[in-house]
């Protein structure tokens, strides 16, 4: 089981920000929110996590709700290279946490 | 190294043979997992090392299927009897684990094996 939702594909115009949602309804208070992406024919990539504070990188913002009921993954500027599938997951803050991957979201970049 | 190697990056075998899949996560990672994804399809979580604890073997689909990981480092996944439904690629991450929080960082993928059971 997964826990999260997110929709199966999605496109964006080459240079627009990409904006990736996922639901996780069922989200406990132990449990963070991070973000892979695996382009084709490669293993994934980690790009950010978060617990309730948005955060920021050099790869991408994460913004969770209030309620941490969901939150949006965002490209600010997307590349042909950001086409990837993008996976959103919850793990809990023990060091027993296992990574378990949804079906993700395609992002298709389109020039 | 500076990532996560693993080896062969392609195997082909014959169905019924017993197949290893080597994987060396980042010196200093506590942490090893193996995926599974076959083509088309998301990751499919097959067996999680943390320390010194029991590994979770709650993903391995059948007694087939068997991992170690000798001295906290070096980890082996070996498939008996390969069936064609084994075909698929296997990944492996690691991940170390924070001084201050006791959580696991974010894991770091290989680029997989190759595993085709003809």
């Known amino acids: 089981d997964a826990k999260t939702t997110q929709p199966t594909s999605m496109d964006c115009a080459e240079g627009r920000a990409a904006n990736l949602p996922c639901n996780h309804s069922?989200?406990?208070?132990?449990?963070?929110v991070y973000w892979y992406r695996q382009i084709h024919s490669q293993g994934p990539q980690y790009i950010i996590h978060?617990?309730?504070n948005n955060e920021t990188n050099e790869m991408a913002s994460l913004i969770i709700t209030e309620d941490r009921k969901s939150s949006t993954l965002i490209l600010p500027h997307a590349t042909l290279r950001d086409t990837a599938v993008y996976y959103c997951?919850?793990?809990?803050?023990?060091?027993?946490?296992?990574?378990?991957f949804g079906q993700g979201t395609t992002l298709q970049v389109k020039p | 190294g500076a990532g996560v190697s693993q080896s062969p990056s392609n195997k082909v075998t014959e169905k019924g043979k017993d197949v290893e899949l080597r994987c060396d996560p980042i010196?200093?990672?506590?942490?090893l997992y193996w995926y599974r994804q076959s083509l088309g399809q998301g990751l499919e979580f097959l067996i999680y090392?943390?320390?010194?604890?029991?590994?979770?073997k709650s993903g391995l689909p059948s007694d087939r299927f068997s991992a170690e990981r000798t001295g906290g480092s070096v980890s082996t996944l070996t498939i008996q009897r390969t069936q064609q439904e084994d075909s698929a690629v296997y990944l492996c991450?690691?991940?170390?684990?924070?001084?201050?929080?006791?959580?696991?960082?974010?894991?770091?993928f290989g680029q997989g094996t190759r595993l085709t059971v003809v």
């Open positions: 991450a690691s991940s170390r684990i924070t001084g201050d929080t006791s959580m696991n960082t974010e894991a770091f």
């Open positions: 069922t989200i406990s208070g132990n449990e963070y």
């Open positions: 978060g617990l309730k």
């Open positions: 997951i919850v793990r809990p803050s023990s060091n027993t946490g296992k990574l378990i």
């Open positions: 010196s200093g990672h506590t942490a």
């Open positions: 090392f943390q320390g010194n604890s029991a590994p979770d």
